[in-house]
């Protein structure tokens, strides 16, 4: 059974800095393509960040050049780096996995997602 759980969520002044990780369990990265997505009150969901089985990586423009997503796939972890935040930024985020050896069409897409973790909170104050 497929679970994933993110951790490092919290406070941050605008400007800094902060690394969530994504801990996934019941499977193996290699085949699977991961994202994260973040979700602020009163808004839809956003694909922000994504990286395919070959390594491939797909950004928002709203984080690009700020945000990196990276695995470890001997730990079976998924990390965001967040840098330069805004409060812009404040948001639930999630990570998403879905198995799929030949990447996704439109890996930034919620739809595109089977597998979900239960969210962390991001809070940027000015």
């Known amino acids: 059974q497929v679970q994933l759980a993110e951790f490092g969520g919290g406070s941050v002044q605008a400007g800094g800095s902060l690394r969530l990780s994504c801990a996934s369990s019941g499977y193996t990265f290699e085949n699977y393509c991961m994202a994260w997505f973040r979700q602020a009150p009163g808004k839809e969901r956003e694909g922000i960040a994504a990286?395919?089985?070959?390594?491939?990586?797909t950004y928002a423009d709203s984080v690009r050049g700020r945000f990196t997503i990276s695995q470890d796939s001997a730990k079976n972890t998924l990390y965001l780096q967040m840098s330069s935040l805004e409060r812009e930024d404040s948001a639930m985020y999630y990570c998403?996995?879905?198995?799929?050896?030949?990447?996704?069409?439109?890996?930034?897409?919620?739809?595109?997602?089977?597998?979900w973790g239960q969210g962390t909170q991001v809070t940027v104050s000015s």
């Open positions: 998403a996995a879905e198995p799929a050896p030949n990447g996704l069409h439109t890996p930034l897409d919620q739809n595109e997602y089977k597998y």
């Open positions: 990286i395919e089985s070959d390594g491939t990586t």
